[in-house]
């Protein structure tokens, strides 16, 4: 007879073989209904920054509600801006899941002069006054290590918030002050 504890720990053993084989679960941008991008430029690997920001629009905390701020985001990008896609290489909703922007070895349009040696994550909302909450910043954390993994970011990357780069508030004061605290992060 198998005891509960052996089924717990081969349980446990199949999700953490799971997670490692497939990384973080990601809604493509084909789910959440966006748009081909007219071009893309390929991003190297090993890179040594990440960059966080915030959307500075509204705040989502559904599937649906994320999906639409997500499509009205690339539209805006695409059809004012001129850009090739969605600026951003993944987004971090209300609801805590990653989403698909340019996406792994694309290059970003997301902070000037460092997108060809960053991936651009960015929050969705405006975080001078939403705030994050557990699941969000898990979801960043596990992406990152994500990057790592699969070779996207170097083992030593810098983490910055989005004003370290360029003049602007982004991440936002709840973004910027959440940051400061992670282990990647530097003045």
Known sequence: MVSSATVA????????S????????????????GRAPNYRVALGNYLNYAIIH?????????????????????????????????G?????????AVYEGRGWNSMGAHAAEWNSISIGISYLGNFNWDTLEPNMISAAQN?????????????GYVLYGHRQVSATECPGTHIWNEIRGWSHWRA
């Open 9 to 16: 720990l081969l349980l446990t053993v199949l999700v953490y």
């Open 18 to 33: 799971q997670y490692a084989a497939q990384g973080v679960a990601i809604v493509s941008k084909a789910e959440w209904g």
């Open 54 to 86: 915030h959307t500075a629009g509204n705040y989502c905390e559904t599937r649906a509600a994320c999906a639409q701020q997500l499509r009205n985001i690339q539209s805006y990008h695409m059809d004012s801006l001129g850009w090739p896609d969605i």
């Open 88 to 96: 951003y290489n993944f987004l971090i909703g209300g609801d805590g």
């Open 143 to 155: 992406l990152l290590q994500d990057a790592v993994n699969r070779g996207q970011l170097s083992s």
